[in-house]
Structures are given as structure tokens and as C-alpha cells.
């Protein structure tokens, strides 16, 4: 049986005009995904900056996931069709990340001397990068379109 077609959801636009992806559970997706990028971002500077040999693939994942974490959230603060769907591609390469760089740090941990953010499934961030994506994935899934 075929699933019935989503009625879109009615979000207040912004001031541009752009319909706001932030109202709601939104803003909480905006709050944890700036927080994943302040975590990840400067964790993997500082590793970067300080200890690249150690462990070059891992901290340079762990960059990637920042740089991943900091679009979503641009998305999302943007605003907009464009901004949701490329928000919603985004979070669904994000999980594949987290679910090959998990599988593969726990296949094979000599690959890996040091964590990254997606290490064990982000055991290290309390799974949220396991959990984030999908949450964000469902939120997204529904089309909005302006209030009249």
C-alpha cells in the first residue's frame, strides 16, 4: 500500500520572504548542530595545529564532520525550500559518514590511534552524531511553505 502524500507544513517566513526553517524543533536542531560545530571544529584544530602525525585521518575526519555540521546549520538558519532540502542531502551524508567511520573504527581500530567526532557511532558525544542526523532527516522530511 502506498503512503499517502504529506501536506506541507505552514511555517512563518522570515523577513526575506524565505520560510523559516528554525520555528520549533528547529531551533533546537540549530542549538545542537552549532554546538556539534564548536566541538568539532576546535577539536580538530587544535589536534590538527598540535599532533597531525599522530593520527592524521582521524583528525582531518573530524574536521570534515565540522565542515558537514557548520552547512546544516547555515541551512537551517537560512531558511527556505533550497535551504531544507540541501539541509535534508546533508544530514543523510552526515549518517552515512557516521554510520562507515563507526563501522570502520570499531572494524578495525588500529586505523584510527585517536577518536574522531563519528568514532563508535559518537560514543564520544554521547551518540549524538548517530542521533542528530536521523531526528533532523525526520524534522526536514515534511516540505514547508509560508503561512498566508
Same mark, same amino acid.
Request: some cysteine.
Given at each position: 500500500? @502506498? ?17 523559516? $526553517? ?14 556539534? *560545530? ?39 538558519? =537560512? ?7 540541501? @539541509?535534508? *542531502? ?15 573504527? $570499531? ?18 558525544? $554521547?551518540?549524538?552524531?548517530?542521533? $542528530? ?7 526536514? =522530511?515534511?516540505? =514547508?511553505?509560508?503561512?498566508?
Amino acid at each position: 500500500m @502506498a503512503e499517502p502524500a504529506q501536506e506541507p507544513v505552514r511555517e512563518p517566513a522570515s523577513p526575506g520572504g524565505r520560510t523559516r $526553517l528554525v520555528a520549533g524543533p528547529g531551533m533546537l536542531l540549530v542549538w545542537l548542530y552549532g554546538v556539534m *560545530v564548536v566541538g568539532a571544529v576546535s577539536r580538530s584544530a587544535v589536534q590538527i595545529a598540535t599532533e597531525f602525525d599522530k593520527a592524521p585521518l582521524a583528525y582531518s575526519l573530524s574536521a570534515v564532520a565540522g565542515l558537514v555540521y557548520g552547512f546544516i546549520t547555515y541551512s537551517l538558519v =537560512r531558511g527556505g525550500e533550497r535551504a531544507r532540502r540541501a @539541509a535534508l *542531502v546533508c544530514c543523510a551524508a552526515e549518517l552515512a559518514g557516521v554510520l562507515t567511520v563507526g563501522t570502520w573504527t $570499531l572494524a578495525d581500530p588500529a586505523a584510527f590511534p585517536d577518536a574522531t567526532v563519528w568514532s563508535d557511532y559518537g560514543m564520544g558525544y $554521547l551518540f549524538i552524531p548517530v542521533l $542528530l542526523p536521523i531526528t533532523a532527516m525526520s524534522w526536514l =522530511r515534511t516540505p =514547508r511553505t509560508p503561512a498566508l
